[in-house]
């Protein structure tokens, strides 16, 4: 086999290796996902719990003795997150998930999942927290737009997401290229190194993907 074709394949059984291991995650979680993978806000809160792993925060980011997901809006995801965090650590840290209803109750939080019934204020939200290191993930038409650093979108029925490297570094966030290689948009450039500088749409390629699937919004 050519040298060319060999690299090919290597980066696709990488990307295969990466997708599986977040879908085999979500059979993880619990018998509802194992028995169906079709609701929505479990595929969601899964992929919020896994997406710690596969970014860095800076050093004060991670002071507190918790890494918490916080949650504005969307009270099903934070009731999922809810049965998912206690039996799971993240960074090393217990993991545990803050239902707020402001950004004052935000705090030290490393993760923030904006509902989709704050989608016409996401821009002004993400505005209001951006010198926090926190990874904000929406599930917007336009959320890389607004300032998203992580959007969930649906790709034939199912789950899927799309990176901004742009709003990750603004907030001192590196994400790693096993997550950008699986995501089906990745938007701006990174100045980490190793990272991905890449601006693409990758959702034709992974339209046929396997993957949680999930029901209409």
């Known amino acids: 086999m050519p040298p060319t074709a060999l690299k090919t394949v290597k980066r696709r059984g990488s990307k295969a290796l990466v997708l599986g291991a977040l879908c085999a995650s979500l059979l993880a979680c619990g018998p509802p996902f194992a028995a169906d993978l079709h609701d929505e806000d479990e595929v969601e809160a899964a992929f919020l719990y896994r997406f710690a792993g596969y970014v860095e925060w800076p050093a004060e980011a991670l002071s507190g003795q918790d890494f918490t997901i916080a949650v504005l809006g969307s009270d099903?995801?934070?009731?999922?997150?809810?049965?998912?965090?206690?039996?799971?650590?993240?960074?090393?840290?217990?993991?545990?998930?803050?239902?707020?209803?402001?950004?004052?109750?935000?705090?030290?939080?490393?993760?923030l999942f904006v509902g989709p019934e704050f989608n016409d204020e996401l821009k002004s939200i993400i505005a209001r927290v951006a010198n926090h290191p926190v990874?904000?993930?929406?599930?917007?038409?336009?959320?890389?737009?607004?300032?998203?650093?992580?959007?969930?979108l649906f790709v034939d029925r199912r789950v899927r997401f799309e990176v901004s490297l742009t709003a990750a570094d603004h907030v001192g966030l590196r994400v790693s290229s096993e997550l950008l290689s699986v995501a089906v948009r990745v938007q701006g450039r990174s100045a980490h190194s190793g990272a991905s500088d890449l601006d693409m749409d990758r959702s034709p390629k992974f339209a046929g993907a396997p993957g949680p699937a999930a029901g209409s919004r």
């Open 135 to 152: 990874l904000v993930v929406s599930a917007s038409e336009h959320g890389l737009d607004d300032g998203s650093c992580v959007n969930f």
């Open 76 to 111: 099903s995801i934070a009731q999922e997150l809810e049965r998912i965090l206690p039996h799971h650590a993240l960074k090393n840290r217990p993991a545990q998930v803050r239902r707020i209803r402001s950004l004052k109750e935000l705090r030290d939080a490393q993760i």
